[in-house]
């Protein structure tokens, strides 16, 4: 990660990096100071300036064709009104039907695609209960098993309910599979057995496809002291890409004897350019483009703003040249590594220490900066992936300029767990 040394080995970051790094600090250490009161910590802010000019730059590479918001990666209300207020951007790609039916209560969106299939049944209950609702949420489905939990909370089909089908984006070569293990559907002949049954079925309405190459999307392919292995994903992404978009036409034809689909969302914030390429495509869903975690750094694609950072105070100086915070250890989900650590990224120059790491109640830090820290300041993280962090804030303070402008709430700070 760019700025992470030590533990984690990468590169160090260009000096332009270090820079850009110094003038954010100065820019939280001023709305630090202007706010009208102490503010708990950690303290999680949202940069605004960097947030629009990463939503601006994913409708440009978006070309036309609308961007559905991946709510996992953003999870605070108020950052989804502001992104859907915005011309590109059309509905929201939710990740449980709770969280869709919150959304779809609170007038956040009327359009929601559950990007997962669920067995949620009270959830459920209170879909096919609302006409409201089911109208405005897609529920995704890869069985005939999915659609019989459905089926098990209702007495009557009055109410139809939406669904999509998520077909494996995989890529299928020497007989090894690369990519998300999402779906069991993948040729033609499986989607189409799907998709008959669901027109078959009283009380459902087929509307949209999903394929998700994650493989593609969600893989950085330009890492400082990985050259290799970056070529060996870039040409593994150009082949997926090949192979996606010959299967996906072929899935396309066969459904549209059977099906009018309203949309085929695919894709993610690091394969806009190529997702949209694709005639069969008609929306990419995106959001960690976003708030651009660590994760989103490396790509040839496009190089995004970092938008999202939590701020955690020094409470110990263990040594000249070492400087302790309070909290820290907010890992990302995924295969563990040294990429899913957290990075202090605020001043620039400080790193976790290799054997300590980042710590559930204290991280020690090094690096130049350290000796200049004194107790109670703070240091400025970023997080590997986006969206998860505001698991464990429940306010997220919004930065313009050097001034915090408001506080919201995440779906933490409103009571919520998705």
């Not at 629009?52 to 989804?80: F, I, W």
């Not at 392919?221 to 996906?248: F, G, H, I, W, Y």
């Amino acid at each position: 990660m760019v700025g992470s040394a030590g533990a984690s080995g990468s590169a160090a970051p260009a000096a332009s990096t270090l820079v850009e790094r110094n003038r954010l600090w100065a820019r939280l250490e001023s709305a630090v100071r202007t706010a009208p009161g102490p503010l708990p910590t950690p303290v999680g802010v949202v940069d605004l300036d960097a947030f629009d000019a990463n939503a601006t730059d994913l409708v440009r590479r978006a070309a036309g064709k609308p961007v559905r918001v991946a709510s996992k990666s953003v999870r605070v209300p108020e950052l989804l009104r502001r992104v859907l207020a915005r011309e590109g951007f059309d509905g929201v790609l939710g990740y449980t039907l709770a969280e869709a039916l919150w959304l779809v209560d609170h007038e956040v969106s009327d359009d929601v695609v559950v990007a997962y299939p669920t067995v949620d049944r009270e959830a459920l209950g209170r879909l096919v209960a609302s006409p409201r609702a089911a109208a405005r949420i897609t529920l995704m489905i890869d069985d005939v098993a999915h659609l019989e939990v459905v089926d098990s909370v209702r007495s009557s089909t009055a109410v139809p309910v939406r669904v999509a089908l998520d077909v494996d984006a995989g890529l299928r070569m020497g007989g090894q599979h690369v990519g998300p293990k999402r779906s069991p559907l993948y040729d033609a002949a499986s989607v189409v057995a799907l998709a008959r049954t669901v027109t078959e079925r009283p009380g459902f309405r087929l509307v949209g496809v999903m394929t998700y190459e994650g493989q593609v999307a969600g893989v950085p392919d330009d890492v400082p002291r990985q050259r290799a292995r970056s070529l060996v994903v870039r040409r593994l992404k150009q082949l997926s890409l090949v192979q996606l978009e010959e299967r996906r036409r072929a899935v396309a034809d066969a459904l549209r004897d059977l099906v009018e689909l309203e949309f085929w969302n695919a894709g993610g914030s690091g394969s806009v350019e190529t997702t949209v390429a694709d005639p069969v495509v008609t929306e990419v869903a995106a959001g960690s483009g976003l708030l651009v975690p660590t994760l989103f750094d490396h790509y040839q694609s496009f190089t995004g703003r970092p938008a999202a950072f939590y701020g955690l105070p020094v409470t110990r100086r263990p040594s000249p040249q070492v400087a302790t915070v309070h909290g820290g250890g907010l890992l990302a989900s995924g295969p563990a590594g040294d990429d899913r650590l957290p990075t202090p990224w605020a001043p620039a120059g400080l790193h976790l220490t290799g054997l300590e790491g980042a710590g559930e109640v204290q991280t020690p830090l090094t690096g130049h900066p350290a000796s200049t820290l004194v107790i109670g300041d703070l240091v400025w993280f970023r997080h590997a992936k986006s969206g998860e962090p505001f698991e464990h804030l429940p306010t997220v303070h919004l930065l313009e300029g050097d001034r915090f402008t408001s506080a919201v709430a995440s779906y933490r700070g409103h009571g919520l767990a998705f």
